[in-house]
């Protein structure tokens, strides 16, 4: 079985891999394993907000997604409202999330690690059509949280 996370772009253009809509199911397990703090609508659309030091920092993240984007033939909407980032991806041939958009997502998150920027909840109710499952919820690791959901899910959980 090929590791999907590690296939590069040519690869994914080759096998029409663009085009493979992963079911429901599958959308879940590979958003709750990779990307726990990105919010996704109706299994249509990722994404996640991201606040950087200054101005100049989410400039320089904007010009990053948008060139990543360039090299990956696959474009994210972003905007930007002065050190904050929002970026939203999905595939519109298919209406919906491809693992394109998930591969740009993971990218997006780990150039944001590493530069120090810092990924916050979405406001509103983007997120409000997705919910945890009870397994999902018994798998989370308290004493070792990865990203912000997950901490604030333990935390949730120590007040009760």
């Keep these: 079985m090929r590791n999907w996370i590690n296939i590069i772009e040519g690869e994914f253009r080759k ?3 663009e085009e493979f ?3 429901s199911d599958a959308l879940d397990d590979l958003k709750s394993k990779y990307l726990p703090d990105w919010e996704m609508l109706d299994h249509r659309d990722l994404q996640a907000k991201y606040v950087a030091k200054d101005h100049r920092h989410a400039e ?3 010009q990053w997604i ?3 984007s360039e090299d990956m033939d696959h474009f994210a909407e972003v905007t930007q409202d002065v050190a904050e980032v929002t ?3 999905t595939t519109f041939d298919v209406k919906g999330l ?3 958009d998930f591969q740009l997502a993971m990218r997006v998150d780990n150039y944001a690690e590493l530069n120090a920027i810092e990924q916050v909840r979405m406001q509103g109710n983007f997120g409000m059509h997705e919910a945890w499952s009870k397994k999902y919820k018994r798998s989370i690791d308290c004493a ?3 990203g912000f959901s997950q901490r ?3 935390q949730s959980r120590k007040k009760k």
Excluded: W
């Design 15 to 17: 096998d029409g891999l």
């Design 21 to 23: 809509k992963p079911a």
């Design 60 to 62: 320089e993240f904007v």
């Design 66 to 68: 948008n060139r990543l």
């Design 87 to 89: 970026v939203k991806t």
């Design 98 to 100: 491809t693992i394109l």
């Design 144 to 146: 070792n949280p990865k």
């Design 152 to 154: 604030a899910h333990c």
